[in-house]
């Protein structure tokens, strides 16, 4: 069976070069992600994945994210929750494999790591699905005991700026005095 060929097809806009239109094309997200794909495509069971295929099928997702759609984020989320938590398993019991000490630290850290990671993907996935309620407030009376609330009117003059306007704003009014010697003669204490 041979492959189709495709090509990648670039959209100039008026008043662009072509150099211009190739690189927005390739530097948008989509094709990005596209070439890291096709680096690692080797790694997924042997079969190559055609960059440009890859390129639409992002870019496809994309218009759907951005309608509102985000089902394909909720399985990639719930997908590597379950890659990690797996991930953590198998790690978890080599390291309990283990006979030396610095080879299951090792193992127990990157175990301890992947389950970290499960569980920050899990958290982000209940966040897309239940965002919290984000509540602004102007003013919040939280005190154990006496609690002195001052409701000022939006200036940028504070009452304690106003006290130190004027003639009597000044604390301490005396010269200030020379310094002369005390205790000239220090002993030493038994």
Do not use: C, W
């Amino acid at each position: 069976m041979t492959k189709k060929q495709r090509k990648l097809v670039f959209m100039q806009k008026p008043n662009q070069s072509k150099e211009e239109a190739i690189a927005e094309s390739l530097l948008k997200p989509s094709a990005l992600s596209s070439v890291v794909i096709e680096s690692f495509k080797g790694n997924v069971q042997g079969e190559s994945i055609d960059f440009v295929l890859a390129l639409q099928i992002l870019e496809k997702e994309m218009l759907k994210v951005q309608s509102g759609d985000l089902s394909k984020i909720e399985e990639m989320l719930l997908s590597q929750a379950v890659a990690l938590e797996m991930m953590f398993t198998s790690l978890a019991r080599r390291a309990k494999a283990q006979e030396q000490l610095l080879q299951y630290e090792t193992h127990m850290r990157f175990a301890l790591k992947a389950q970290n990671q499960s569980r920050a993907t899990l958290q982000t996935l209940i966040q897309l699905k239940q965002p919290s309620q984000t509540t602004f407030v102007k003013q919040a009376n939280i005190a154990q005991g006496h609690q002195q609330v001052n409701n000022l009117p939006e200036k940028n003059i504070t009452p304690q700026n106003e006290l130190l306007r004027g003639d009597y704003a000044k604390l301490d009014s005396r010269a200030t005095p020379k310094a002369k010697r005390a205790n000239s003669k220090v002993e030493a204490l038994d």
